[in-house]
């Protein structure tokens, strides 16, 4: 992605976090015609109603005007991806050097062919992408059913899933600011690469807020597809530093840990399974999580299997 991109990204992540208080998810660069996932978010958790969203950042997409709109040009192939994808779908367009963000979905209605492989989109000067457009939004995001919502979760988390059908390993960092009413937060995938041990990141979240609910509880709501456990090589040294404060004793003429209460084995086992590794000063618990294909997520795969072929 280019850097120009990249800073329409922020921005626009930036105000969907800050000032609309939902979830903002960068998607893969092999996300055809989707630079991200808006999840909108009630009181105190994301609701699972979504949107799909294309941004274009730059002065040179405001050049064509006409009637107080920015006229924008797109190809068939995006028209029909679009206007096919699972969730609603809007266009932002972004200026970084009037700071002009505005907006608008993609619907049969709004947009216009120009030929036959062309079209083109009018968007308001005044529809500005802020929180003063959030209720609107809302609508937008909305789906008739609960099982919409589920099954779009589902979608979006497809390319991540698709790298466990290869047979790669998925790890999901977070870190949790536990003395923030606001629930503030960062997540990141990764991926382990099964033939060369490499790890890079998939996606990362690195500003978002869930209020009022223990991680523990909020890691599968978000990934419903999948299992968790504590990577358990990163996990041991944190561990054992536990087990020594809690359950043993010091030998200082040996310089070793004599275990009082109960053994390393039997503390282990004891461990809850979702549970972060380290709290910083007190502040931020630190997860580093493995994730494994549960039912749901095995399902999904055959019913994507049936419908792809």
Partial sequence: MKQTDRIGVYHIGELVNKQFGWIFREQPTDDYGIDAIIETAGEDRPTGQMIGVQIKTGKSYFKEQKDDCVVFRFDKAHADYWLNHSLPVIIVLYDPEENLCIWERVTEEDICPVSETRYKIAIPLNQIFSSEAKEELTLIAENPTPYEQKYNKLLVA???????????????????????????????????????????????????????????????????????????????????????????????????????????????????????????????????LILTLNDIGRAFCTLENYMEN
């Fill in 158 to 288: 497809k390319p991540w899933i698709d790298e466990l059908v290869k047979g790669n390993t998925l790890i999901l960092e977070a870190e949790h600011w536990v003395n923030k009413s606001s629930g503030r937060s960062s997540l990141e995938i990764h991926v382990i690469d099964n033939e060369t041990g490499e790890e890079t990141s998939l996606v990362e979240w690195p500003f978002v807020l869930f209020p009022g609910i223990d991680y523990e509880d909020l890691f599968p709501q978000l990934f419903p597809w999948a299992d968790f456990s504590v990577d358990s090589d990163f996990y041991e040294e944190y561990d054992r530093a536990n087990f020594h404060d809690n359950c043993c004793t010091y030998d200082s003429e040996d310089g070793v840990y004599l275990p009082v209460i109960c053994t390393w084995e039997e503390w282990r086992e004891r461990l809850p399974e979702i549970r972060p590794y380290e709290t910083a000063s007190g502040e931020v618990d630190a997860y580093r």
